[in-house]
């Protein structure tokens, strides 16, 4: 049995990083580190009943949906090595709240 080098998971060597100045909804970007990166977004809902949609490599996956106009809708996901990531909302123009990243 070999034993696994405990300081080498995500998280360490990493920080979290407030990137929203740099980001926009709807717009594909890459993670070009060596590692997985975490991503932590949270968006204004411009229409009702908006979804928060973030797709990685292609496939989309959701946040949770805002009921009313304003409303908060926020999703985490982890991007690996190369891969590309984008978020956005099913409904209207959202406004970044906030984006992190774990990078």
């Not at 740099?22 to 993670?31: D, E, F, K, M, P």
């Not at 106009?69 to 590309?84: D, E, K, L, M, R």
Request: proline residues 6%; glycine residues 12%; positive net charge.
């Amino acid at each position: 049995m070999t034993m696994q080098n405990p300081n080498v998971g995500m998280g360490f060597g990493q920080s979290w990083q407030n990137v929203q100045a740099s980001r926009a909804a709807g717009t594909v970007y890459y993670n070009t580190t060596p590692k997985p990166i975490m991503v932590a977004v949270a968006m204004n809902a411009s229409g009702s009943s908006s979804t928060m949609v973030f797709g990685v490599n292609g496939i989309n996956g959701y946040g949770n949906t805002a009921v009313s106009i304003g409303n908060v809708s926020s999703a985490q996901f982890i991007v690996p090595p190369g891969g590309s990531y984008s978020v956005t909302m099913n409904v209207g123009t959202p406004a970044i709240n906030s984006w992190m990243e774990l990078r």
